[in-house]
C-alpha cells in the first residue's frame, strides 16, 4: 500500500537543537506490514508428520552365515522384507505380503492387508530355512506372571508366534510357544555359555547356564543357585554398576538386585578382565525431579568437575574363573590416568544374536588395553599376559596437545597390530609387530582415515573408512577403501560425490554401500571388494516429501575469519521462498570438538534446519576451526585452550560472507541457536558480538565449563600437570565463562535447560541467569520440567518455544504466536479407535 506523507520533524530539545534546525521531508514510501511467522508450513514438517511422508532411507544389511542377507525397506506403498544373494545377483521378497496377510487375518480374526503387516521381530533359524516372527492381534490377555485383574499393567496383546517356510511359502502358528526370555542387561555370558557374570550389592557374584535359565524366565526365583566371587565391593567402589540414574529412593531398593558388570571374556572362557573405579572422594552432584509421584526426588551422583584433585581411581581385575582367583594388575603409570580394555568387534553375522559374548581383544594368551595420563597428552597401548598378569607397552603416544586412539586390530597368526594414529597431523594407521616396533606406516597423506572395518590377515589387506582423499569433494564425505598392509595398492571402494556408509560381509567380498548427500535421494547398493557394481538396491522413494513443497537444501563454502582455512556448510530455505524479498539468517551451531552440525547425507532430521526456515527464515550451518575431528590434527585443536570463543569469528564472517553473496539474506537480522555446546556457543556468540547477533535461543548450554565434567573440559580445553620439587603431582585448570561477558548483552536472549539434565547441570544455564540478572538485564528464561540433556518428551514443546522466540525478535511478528495453539500444531493422533 503506497502513501504520499509530509513529514515535520521538530528536534528543538533533542540535543540542544533549536527550531531552526527543523527538517521538512517529502517522501514517498512503501509501507507493508510485518511478516507474518508462517506457523502452518512450519507445523508440515514436525517429526510425526514426516514418519507419513518419508520411509525407509538406508538398507540395513542383517547379514547371515551363508553370506546373504535381508533386510526390511519401507514406501509409501508399505514394508517389503527381501533376501538378498551377492554371489548369484539375485534379490526376491521374502514372502508375498498381501497372500501372508489373508492367512494371519484368517488366523488371528483381525483384519490385515499387505501394506499394513505388523511383523515384529523377525528372526531366520539357524539353518535359514524358514524364519520366526510376532503379531500383535487386538484381544486382551492376562499377562502370564499375573494371578488376578488388580494390577493395572496385568492385562497385554494377545500375541502370535508364526513360523514360515522359505522354500514352500508355508505358515503356521507355533501353538503353546513360549518367547525365549530377552537377554537381562545384568549378565555377561562366557563364550562357552558356561556361566553367566553379574553384581549383585556391589560384589561379583556367578551362576552356571541352568541356574540363569530359571534366572531370565523369574528374576524372583529364589531356588536359583548364586556363587560370590568377591566381598569387598561397596559403594561407589562397586565391581560394576552403582546405580546411576537412578534416584535415591530407585538406589535403595535396587541396590540389592542384580546389575551388570563390564565384563570382557577370554575366547576360551577361562579368564574375565573388567575394569573397577573407586570414586568414594569424587564430590557429589544432584538433580531433583520436582514432578515424580508423590514428593520430589533427589538424584544423587558422583561428577568430578574440571581442575578438581579427586577423581576416579581405575583399576584393572584379572579373574581366573577356573580356579576363582583375581589380581588386581599393575597398570599404574600416570597420576589420574584413566584405563580402557578393548573389546573384540562384534561379527556383522551376530548382530541379531542378543546372546553374543564379550570378549576381549586378543586370544587366550593376551589381551590389550590402553592408559591415558589426565592431561591426555599421553597414551600407552599395552599388552597383558593373562597367565602372568604381566603388563607390557608396547606403543606410546606423545603430543602436545591431546592423544586420540582408536581400538586397534590384531593379525591372526602374526600378532601383528595396526594402530590409529595422528602423530604426523593427519589420523593415519601404522603397523606394528607384535613387540612394538615400527614396520611402516599404512596410510599417509592429507586425509583422515576413520575406522576399521575389516581386516583380511591371509592376503594382507586392510579395509577402511575415510575422508578427505578424493580431489573437488567436500572432505567431510566418508569413502570406503582397501590398502595392503605395506601401503601399497590404495584403491577407493566406492567412488562418486556423495557421504557413505557401508556394511561388509565378515567373510566374504562383498558390502552394502548406502549414499547421499544433503540434496539428493538415498541410494543403495552392493558392491563387491575391487570396487565393482553388483548390484543396485534401493533408492529412496521422496515423491509425498516432494509434494509438500519440499526443496534440497543448497550447500556452500566459505572462508574461515583467517581468510585460508575452507568452511563447509548448508543453507535451508522456505519452500515458498521469494528471492525478490530480504530474510533473517539463523545460524544453528554446535562447536565441536567432537563434530560438527552440519548434515552431509539426507536426514529426516529437520527440526533445527528446515523446519526452523519454514517460518520466513534463511537457516545455515557451517563448521568452524577446532570443530569436526574428521579433518587435520590442526583444524581439530584449534580450540585448544580458548574454548569459550575459538569458533565465534568463524560463525560471524560466515554469515557476512553470505550476505555478501545474495542479496536476500538481511545481515541486520541475524539470530543464533544451538544445544548443548551449541547452547553455550549461542550465549557467547550474544556477548562477543552483541551488536550483530541479535537474537539467540539457548539449550541445556555448558556456559560454566569450571563445572562441566572434567573429561570433555580438561581434554579440549587443556589441563596444565604440576610436578612439585618434591614430585608431587597436581594439575590446574582455568577457563573463560559466558557469565563472565554478561554486562556485554544487548540482544533478545533465551535460556532453556532440563531440570533433570544429569549431563550438562542446569547450575550452567542458571549461573548465566544469575550473572544477567545482577546486571540488570532482561532475557528470558524456561525451565523444561522432568527433562534429561535433549528434554526428551518435551522436544516439541521446546521447539515452539524457540520458534516464538525467534518470530517475535527477528520478524518482529508479536502477533501470531500468541493466537497459535500449541496442541493443534502437534496434534497427530490417528483417530482408529485404538
Known sequence: MKHNYLFLLFLAGLGGQSIAQTKTYTLTETISESPKANYQLASRFSPEKLKKIVYSTSVDPHWLKSKRFWYVYETPAGKDWFIVDPGAKSKKKLFDPVSLAAEITTIIRDPFDGQHLPIENLIFSKDEKFIRFEVKSSVDELKKDRKDLKDADSMQKKTYFFQYELQNSKLKVLEDFEKPKKRPDWASIAPDSSAVIFTRNYNLFWMDKVNYLKAIKNEEDSTVVEHQLTKDGLKYYPYGRNGDGENNEEQEKNDKKRRASSVLWSPDSRYFVLTRADTRKV????????????????????????????????????????????????VNSFKDQSLSVWNTPVLNTDRDNEFKPAVWLGDNNKFYLSRTSRDLKRVDICVVDPATGAVKSVIEERFNTYVEVNRPAIIKGTNEIIHWSERDGWGHFYLYDQNGKLKNQITKGPFHTEEIIKVDSK????????????????????????????????????????????????????FVNNFSRVNTAPAATIMDQQGGLVMKLETTDLSLLMATGYKFPETFKVKADDGITDLYGVLYKPFDFDPKKKYPIIEYVYPGPQTEAVNKAFSKSMDRTERL?????????????????????????????????????DKKVAVEQLADRFSFIDISRVGITGHSGGGFMSTAAMLVYPDFF??????????????????????????????????????????????????????????????????????NTIRVANALMKAGKRFEFAIIPGQRH???????????????????????????????????????????GK
Do not use: C
Open 613 to 649: 526456515a519454514q517460518f520466513g527464515y534463511i537457516v545455515i550451518t557451517v563448521g568452524n576451526r577446532g570443530g569436526h575431528p574428521a579433518r587435520s590434527k590442526w583444524y581439530h585443536t584449534y580450540g585448544y585452550g580458548n574454548l569459550r570463543d575459538y569458533g565465534l569469528a
Open 459 to 510: 592376503s594382507r589387506v586392510l579395509y577402511f573408512t575415510a575422508n578427505g582423499k578424493e580431489a573437488g569433494e567436500d572432505p567431510y564425505y566418508l569413502h570406503f577403501y582397501r590398502i595392503n598392509f605395506d601401503g601399497s595398492g590404495l584403491k577407493l571402494l566406492n567412488s562418486g560425490n556423495f557421504d557413505h556408509t557401508v556394511s561388509m560381509q565378515d567373510d566374504g567380498p562383498y
Open 283 to 330: 564430590k557429589d552432584l544432584w538433580v531433583i525431579n520436582n514432578i515424580s509421584k508423590g514428593r520430589p526426588t533427589l538424584e544423587t551422583y558422583k561428577y568430578q568437575m574440571p581442575g578438581e584433585k579427586d577423581g576416579p581411581l581405575e583399576e584393572v581385575y584379572l579373574f581366573d574363573f577356573k580356579n576363582k582367583t583375581s589380581k588386581k594388575l599393575a
Open 694 to 763: 541479535k537474537a539467540a535461543v539457548s539449550n541445556a548450554g555448558n556456559h560454566d565449563n569450571s563445572i562441566y565434567n572434567r573429561w570433555w573440559s580438561e581434554k579440549h580445553h587443556g589441563v596444565k600437570e604440576i610436578i612439585s620439587a618434591k614430585g608431587d603431582t597436581t594439575f590446574q585448570y582455568s577457563i573463560d565463562k559466558n557469565p563472565d561477558l554478561v554486562k556485554q548483552l544487548k540482544g533478545h536472549l533465551l535460556l532453556m535447560t532440563g531440570d533433570v539434565d544429569n549431563n550438562v547441570h542446569p547450575a
Open 790 to 832: 535433549s528434554f526428551g518428551t518435551m522436544t516439541e514443546y521446546a521447539f515452539w518455544k524457540l520458534a516464538d522466540h525467534f518470530n517475535r525478535y527477528l520478524l518482529g511478528d508479536f502477533t501470531t504466536p500468541a493466537q497459535v495453539d500449541i496442541l493443534e500444531m502437534d496434534r497427530e493422533v490417528e483417530k482408529n
